[in-house]
């Protein structure tokens, strides 16, 4: 089974601190993607990466950053965190080498920034 | 701009009856269909996925794609109670990309 794993499940931060989100996969996938969900819009990409050190920004990027230093690793970096981030956070990958894989989701990083 | 469309819900189904999902999306170069479902407080978890037109079936779930009409259905046979959830529909023109995510449907399985 597919394995990816968000260091947090709840985290709570202040407002213009730097936060790291961190999301690990066990499965030598290509491709790995942020999402946040938050309730009346759904999901919504933030960022994806297609390869170590590639990023692509997704539908909604701003005030985000990404890292992709290794293949297994994504971060997300909120680098000064706003209350209008407090969302939960979904980290997903999926393999690119046969055809379109569907993507496996970790638990969830649910973030408040108070 | 890219737009999958669900009916919110909630729909009520009555245990043992059939659940049918719809969903539509804008657009028309979108490869990869995914239905996921997603319990309150959980992830999204993979349930079915299709990429030619006509059906899957996958035990109990069978999706359903129509691309001409820009249309996915998810048919539940025998729901269940642990049916119960937040259903999403997610669209891709496959490769590197992402998902575009419906809503989602909150359905309910009365016993």
Redesign the interface.
């Known amino acids: 089974d597919v394995k990816v794993t968000q260091s947090s499940r709840y985290l709570v931060k202040r407002t213009g601190e730097k936060v790291f989100l961190e999301c690990v996969q066990d499965m030598d996938h290509e491709n790995m993607f942020w999402y946040r969900q938050d309730p009346g819009l759904g999901l919504r990409l933030i960022y994806f990466s297609y390869d170590v050190k590639m990023k692509e920004k997704g539908d909604i990027p701003e005030g985000y950053s990404v890292s992709r230093e290794k293949k297994e690793r994504f971060s997300l970096i909120l680098e000064s965190a706003s209350t209008n981030q407090t969302s939960m956070y979904l980290c997903a990958s999926r393999r690119t080498d046969r055809g379109n894989q569907p993507q496996h989701f970790g638990d969830g990083t649910r973030l408040s920034i108070l | 701009q890219k737009e999958v469309e669900q009916n919110s819900g909630p729909l009520s189904v009555p245990e043992g009856a059939i659940a049918s999902l719809n969903c539509t999306y804008s657009d028309r170069g979108s490869?990869?269909f995914?239905w996921?479902r997603q319990y309150s407080g959980?992830?999204?978890?993979?349930i079915m996925?299709i990429?030619s037109n006509g059906d899957k079936e996958d035990g109990r779930f069978t999706a359903q794609l129509n691309k001409a009409s820009q249309y996915v259905s998810l048919l539940i046979r025998d729901s269940q109670p642990s049916d119960s959830a937040t259903y999403?529909c997610?669209v891709?023109r496959?490769?590197?990309?992402?998902?575009?995510?419906?809503?989602?449907t909150h359905l309910i399985i009365q016993p």
Do not use: H, I, R
């Not at chain 2, 959980?42 to 993979?46: M, R």
């Not at chain 2, 496959?94 to 989602?104: N, P, R, V």
């Open positions: 490869q990869s995914f996921y959980k992830s999204p978890e993979l996925f990429y999403l997610a891709t496959g490769g590197a990309d992402g998902l575009t995510f419906g809503k989602g």
